[in-house]
């Protein structure tokens, strides 16, 4: 297998699907490791449509890579034999296209090859007093095929929107081994069904996003200030929420973090937190001096502006800050209707408690989006099973509360299966026609994304 | 099959197929008008489940329909017996969907039934301080089914986005008759694939929209003033737009007329046009007066501002307008990459000098969206069949031009065919597979939107 791919990809691109580099993300808290039995990193999209050509006439499934940064296992090998291919998988990971392939920043857009990073495409907007307002958690290392893939999201897509938002044409490789157009550089275009979208957060079980045009914004004129303010409880923080939502401002993020993520990250909160500080919301303007007065009051007496990269230094600490309480956890990222919010923030407290696990939460509450976690002991099997069971009713609970299992992360491996509780049979069989439709073998991320 | 049709929808929502009002739509201009058996007007979403049902089992072919403003012919039943199911063809009109189901403006939502208008929706929005975006021609009887169905866009699309952006779930009549939901109000879901964004442009060819969750924003804060300036060259103005990207400011809209255009309806603008105008762009900026005097600066010496009701009052009229100067138009909605609008808009004169007619465009140009159209004299057969050709020659320098050949219409039935000159033959096999995939027995809406 790999002779014949390295004849692809060049010699030093295709390696041994033996090391851990390219078979587990970052839920290898949860100890999932895939096999590979190749790992090709394609130097070009005519490159991986030859390796999916490959591949797809001979039964191997393709496990499309970005920077691996995900919470899902979307781009980790199947750990089991029966999720890979008759005849095996190969990784294609996408490092090697990182191309930006054109930018004009004065007609507000870029071209770019699936492996750029995040971080990239953020700064050479930046550079151009342009903006890419979607901010993943990873977007050091996380690839804009990634999060395209599954269609990413962050803080600052409350105002901005999500990965797909910001997408108007996607080059990708379909079955069996076509490089495709849908989309380009033009903003407005219904002619085709929307494959831009289909493909956009199919977590690579479609085909292979190989690269993307993009639209960027001019950076808002405004200096972005984010606004911070504790409560006593859930109910007068998620109060306090609907207030600024009655401002008439629309905040660049509404976030928030609840008793147990403020008790592992509030000691480092830049300025410190009041006695009490139960609950905590960040609200950030972008819009001027009258955006910030109006969050502060919708806010409350103790609002207070912040200097922006201390306060989001902080923020990027909290899941680690939460991991480092046991040494491990598992989380998710459901998402409920706004009005929900809180009892989706009780009930994972809840939940925890049931199953005798500490269990807290934070996330993009202006979206719904919780990152709903439980605490767990590296090496305490009991205690990953009974995390495992919490983590069924989470489910349950956001579908009970008339939302998704997924509102960020996507299902990748950990999550197959979950869409049948969220969706109808109906609904189902669309999706399941879908995938069939566009991967007739089966060999696209086998295991992941299932219904 | 009335007979059969009316013990579901109720004997007085069964009509017979004769009537002109179910059976043509905006593109009756080009004689378009379809043949149906049947229109039936269901009063539920159920109903229309279950008339899609009975359709479905004896292989008669369904037309959803909204309001019937559309230029493509895509709510038209198709004109040949060939595109109609093997036992004939119903026409489902939504109208009867006319409910809001819930409105929450403090959590910026709404959700409403398929037959809701476009205004009704913008209405109630702007009753509670928030704002639907989305602002196609024929608000006052477009349906947001329709919307759906088309992804529809229109002038301040260019800062808020299409259609596509506002819709956060749906319900619809899947084949052969199953009603489903896909998403809701929670406004981040990335757990299945994008149904909804599937269906959305889908033109009633996969499914019925029969409800939507939307989301809303709070009305700006600042009051919309549209600035206006004129140009002597289509080349000048272009760069005006340029410079207006480049001022830092997102405008709402970004529209342009050209000279025929303006000849048409740029007597009656207001506060009238200098002499020698023969490009008009309308920047609006809705965040205050720094933006206004950015625009005005970036539009040039010219530029001034206008009372927005007055200005949009005229620019709505510019269709009627350019329609009177010979009576009839064939018009049609390209798109192009921004750099290359210039080349779209004299282009479209050029094609129409070759054809021995007189052409002009108006449109969207921040998105790249023309309003590409040639002048008709209603009843010369001659000069329509040159318009058609012209028409041919126009989609080509679109997708020529890197751009597409519908940027806000769809392709209805008058467009079918057109995809596979814009897509490649791997791309049009995929949106083939989706349409067999969810359509088995091809009885959606069947010949509209086609590759």
């Known amino acids: ?35 590979a039995d190749a790992v090709v990193l394609p130097g070009t999209a005519q490159e991986v449509a030859d390796v999916v050509a490959w591949c797809y006439s001979r039964g191997v499934a393709i496990v499309p890579r970005g ?140 085909g292979i996003v190989t690269a993307a045009w993009l639209r960027l914004l001019p950076a808002p004129a405004h200096a972005a200030v984010p606004v911070a303010a504790a409560y006593p409880t859930v109910d007068e923080g998620c109060a306090a929420i609907e207030a600024v939502l009655a401002s008439g401002v629309v905040p660049a993020t509404i976030e ?6 403020l008790a592992a990250a509030g000691g480092s909160f830049p300025g410190g937190l009041p006695t009490g500080a139960q609950f905590l919301v960040i609200c950030e303007a972008d819009g001027g001096e009258d955006e910030v007065r109006e969050l502060v009051e919708a806010l409350g007496p103790d609002a207070r502006a912040h200097e922006p990269r201390e306060l989001w230094r ?18 998710e990222d459901i998402g409920v209707p706004l009005d929900r919010l809180a009892e989706g923030i009780v009930g994972t407290v809840e939940i925890g408690i049931r199953h005798g696990l500490e269990a807290c939460s934070w996330g993009h509450a202006g979206d719904g989006n919780l990152h709903s976690t439980f605490l767990l002991t590296p090496g305490d099997h009991a205690q990953l099973e009974r995390a495992e069971a919490a983590v069924e009713e989470l489910f349950d609970l956001a579908i009970a509360l008339g939302g998704t299992v997924s509102g960020e992360h996507g299902l990748g491996w950990l999550k197959r299966g979950q869409l049948s509780k969220q969706w109808s049979p109906a609904a189902v069989r669309a999706h399941s026609a879908v995938k069939t439709a566009l991967d007739p073998a089966g060999l696209f991320n086998p295991g992941k994304k299932t219904p």
């Not at 014949?4 to 100890?31: C, F, H, K, N, W």
């Not at 781009?75 to 029966?82: Q, R, S, Y």
């Not at 901010?135 to 996380?142: C, F, H, I, N, Y």
């Not at 928030?256 to 993520?261: E, K, Q, R, V, W």
């Open 1 to 35: 297998m790999r002779t014949d791919l390295a004849r692809i990809v060049g010699e030093p691109y295709a390696l041994p699907g033996t090391g851990t580099e390219y078979t587990q993300d970052a839920s290898i808290a949860m100890g999932l490791r895939g096999h």
């Open 256 to 261: 928030y973090l609840d008793a147990g993520a």
């Open 67 to 206: 920077g691996g940064t995900g919470y899902s296992g979307g781009a980790t090998p199947a750990p089991v034999p029966e999720a890979a291919g008759p005849e095996g998988t190969v990784v294609v990971a996408l490092d090697r296209l990182d191309r930006i392939r054109s930018f004009d920043p004065g007609l507000w857009r870029i071209e770019v090859e699936a492996g750029v990073t995040t971080q990239t495409i953020a700064r050479r907007a930046r550079e151009n007093g342009l903006m890419f307002p979607v901010d993943p958690g990873a977007a050091e290392a996380s690839q804009i095929g990634g999060n395209i893939a599954t269609n990413a999201g962050g803080p600052h897509c409350f105002k901005y929107g999500v990965t797909r938002a910001w997408v108007t044409g996607l080059e990708a490789v379909l079955a069996p081994g076509e490089l495709v157009r849908v989309g380009g550089p033009t903003r407005k275009d219904v002619a085709g069904y929307d494959l831009v979208g289909l493909l956009t957060g199919s977590e690579g079980t479609l």
């Open 314 to 331: 902080w923020r990027d600490g909290v899941g680690i800050a939460v991991t480092a309480v046991q040494g491990g956890k598992l989380s």
